[in-house]
């Protein structure tokens, strides 16, 4: 898992990328094995990865409800699949 720090903004997880980027969190959709399933914020991109090119709108966090400034693990997820096919991110 990448790690990544937490930051809370209005009604927005913003998570802060070790290498760069950010990524916008809206509402926490599920949790599974501790990790908190979150949709992207409706103004964040989507991800996509080759060959097929899903569409990824969730990224797996742990922990599930992170205080700002905390440091989390991220991946990006599909809701409902387990854990061995969860995406590290790579930004």
């Known amino acids: 898992m990448m790690r990544a720090l937490a930051e809370r903004a209005t009604k927005v997880l913003v998570i802060r990328l070790e290498k760069g980027g950010v990524i916008n969190l809206e509402r926490q959709v599920s949790t599974?094995?501790?990790?908190g399933?979150?949709?992207y914020h409706r103004s964040q991109s989507s991800t996509m990865y080759r060959p097929d090119f899903t569409?990824?709108?969730h990224v797996a966090i742990k922990p599930a409800d992170p205080q700002a400034g905390q440091q989390v693990s991220v991946a990006?997820?599909?809701p409902g699949t387990p854990e061995n096919?969860?995406?590290l991110?790579?930004?």
């Open 76 to 78: 990006i997820c599909l």
């Open 37 to 39: 399933i979150w949709e």
């Open 32 to 35: 599974s094995n501790g990790y």
């Open 89 to 91: 991110l790579n930004s």
């Open 85 to 87: 096919e969860w995406k």
């Open 55 to 57: 569409v990824y709108r």
